[in-house]
């Protein structure tokens, strides 16, 4: 393939907000993404007309399915009050809000606009865990996949048990993709787990107690994470805690051309490479411990951005399940074949760590409305960035950043590169 050129136009971020991600009976992505656009407003240093907004890029999986509502993008254009402006989804199964992201960099950098709205909502709770899983699965190859009894656990499952013959890991190793995240996301005022697994598990004895039942004897983490009872397996290997859960959210983000970022703020994030790349379905594919998609993604945006993996600062990164992070830390050049779930191991990924990796608490914890999950982990880069990410904030100069957005089990992928220059 052709090697990326810079982009011909230069793209900042000027604000950036999401909902809180959860389980929300009352609300529709509608009002998830109003909640999304007015945080997303209330980031802009200097104020926001929204009438300045030429374009809507929006990030949705299946409403189609979750909530029985096709054609969501001018209806979520309404709901903000931004009609009649052309709103356009974007679907990539749970890469579509990344996508989206792309579609905003590559309507500013042609000159067609010069300010995009790109957001990103998923109502999904509305359905059963079994409705839940079947609009899913209709994001992997439906003729030759699901007629097998493949779900997306077992996908990923799979390719645990795959990677652990090749490379030695035991399931324990994952747990520490686990703890890592939830304790990210104990820190995330957004996050739809915030507890640490410790407070977790600490929740689960004190109410065996209220309802006068035995209370559990874990004394550890380790002791729940083992558990069945507690942390119960899905698929082999793995467990509830390795899985990412149902999820209600949407997030937003503004882009604008660089030669106007300074009408909205003085310390603007510069998209500087952006790349995506399409893949098999997992049945097709040579190899199950790596996404080739993800690598050609990761390759295309550091080539647009002129950096390398060593550069990168932060990334946030696609942990549908605790493999899919191990995966993506080496997939992203960030660690060789074999070696993510040791620097997991070590504290390399973590908050305090050398490539600090999801310190949202990642799709696993902080949530995973899978049309808005692209968007809400630029959020997070936005804010780490910018050092606003309160008691989460990684220490010292986070000046380069990515994202990486995965659909199904890497049909798509979308990376980004993020860059402050103040």
Not at 121 to 147: C, K, W
Not at 199 to 209: D, H, L, N, T, Y
Request: charged fraction near 20%; proline fraction near 5%; include cysteine.
């Amino acid at each position: 393939m052709p090697k990326s050129k810079p982009l011909s136009r230069g793209v900042a971020i000027v604000g950036a907000g999401m909902s809180k991600f959860g389980a929300f009976a009352e609300k529709n992505s509608r009002d998830l993404f109003v909640e999304a656009f007015k945080e997303m407003t209330k980031s802009i240093d200097k104020g926001l007309d929204p009438s300045v907004i030429e374009s809507l890029y929006v990030g949705n999986f299946s409403s189609d399915q979750f909530e029985h509502q096709a054609h969501t993008a001018p209806l979520l254009a309404d709901a903000v009050g931004l009609t009649p402006i052309p709103a356009t989804r974007v679907e990539g199964a749970c890469a579509s809000g990344g996508l989206a992201i792309r579609q905003g960099v590559m309507a500013i950098a042609s000159g067609m606009y010069d300010v995009v709205l790109v957001g990103g909502a998923e109502r999904m709770t509305g359905l059963n865990t079994a409705g839940v899983t079947d609009a899913l699965a209709t994001a992997a190859d439906v003729p030759f996949e699901i007629p097998a009894g493949f779900t997306f656990p077992g996908f990923y499952a799979a390719m645990a048990s795959a990677y652990m013959h090749r490379y030695g890991m035991k399931p324990e190793h994952l747990m520490n993709v686990a703890i890592k995240n939830h304790d990210n996301a104990s820190l995330n005022p957004y996050a739809q787990f915030g507890v640490t697994i410790q407070k977790w598990m600490e929740g689960r004895v004190a109410a065996a107690i209220k309802k006068g039942k035995p209370a559990p004897t874990w004394s550890t983490i380790w002791d729940f994470l083992h558990d069945e009872s507690g942390n119960p397996t899905v698929a082999w290997p793995l467990r509830l805690f390795d899985c990412s859960p149902v999820t209600d959210g949407a997030a937003a983000v503004l882009l604008v051309a660089e030669e106007r970022m300074h009408e909205f703020t003085d310390h603007p994030i510069h998209i500087i490479g952006s790349g995506q790349a399409s893949g098999s379905a997992l049945h097709d594919r040579p190899e199950l411990t790596a996404i080739p998609a993800a690598k050609t993604a990761a390759t295309k945006a550091y080539e647009m951005a002129g950096v390398t993996a060593k550069d990168i600062r932060i990334a946030e990164v696609h942990d549908c399940f605790t493999i899919a992070e191990v995966i993506a830390s080496e997939d992203l050049g960030f660690f060789a074949p074999g070696e993510g779930f040791k620097a997991a191991e070590d504290g390399v990924t973590a908050r305090n760590g050398a490539k600090p990796i999801n310190t949202s608490g990642g799709l696993k914890a902080k949530g995973h409305p899978v049309g808005a999950s692209g968007v809400a982990q630029a959020v997070e880069v936005f804010k780490q960035m910018r050092g606003q990410a309160g008691e989460r904030q990684v220490a010292g100069d986070v000046n380069l950043a990515l994202t990486h957005n995965v659909g199904a089990t890497g049909s798509t992928c979308a990376v980004h590169v993020y860059e402050r220059r103040n």
